[in-house]
């Protein structure tokens, strides 16, 4: 039987969201969840979004998401999209992943990044708390093989 997937990506400049199309094309049949939150959290530029996300971590004051998420215990999978910040997961996913907590599927992170992934993936599962995290991908690696070990 065909897993259940859904992809929820947080894309702020529109590169994350690139992979997302690249994994709806691999996964056709996969649910589409974006991930915001309210506009004006974050600034246009991206030195102060920087700050921003290293302040949000260090008081633990995560932004809050603009929308529900749907009901995950739909799905077998979810892939989690985010940019790297400062090394780790943009923000708003800590968000995501406390709002996914109870979750019984598995969970793995796609990113993107323009210098150094950093600990992007052991944030990550610091972060997912008692959720089941799979490798992430982060173009290192062919994204449909990635996919196809996913979904075997």
Known sequence: ?????????????????????????????????????????????????????????????????????????????????????NGAPATPIHSFLTDLQGYQGVVAPFYTFGGDPGIFEKTFKEWAGDLQVKAGHGGEKDLAAWVDELVK
Do not use: C, H
């Open 1 to 85: 039987m065909a897993k259940k997937v859904l992809i929820a990506t947080y894309s702020r400049t529109g590169t994350t969201a690139k992979v997302a199309k690249a994994l709806y094309e691999l996964l056709p049949d996969a649910d589409r969840f974006t991930i915001e939150v309210a506009p004006g959290i974050f600034s246009e530029e991206m030195t102060e979004v920087s700050e921003q996300a290293t302040k949000q971590t260090e008081t633990g004051n995560f932004p809050p998401l603009s929308k529900a998420i749907p009901n995950v215990s739909l799905y077998d999978l979810i892939l989690v999209g985010s940019p790297v910040w």
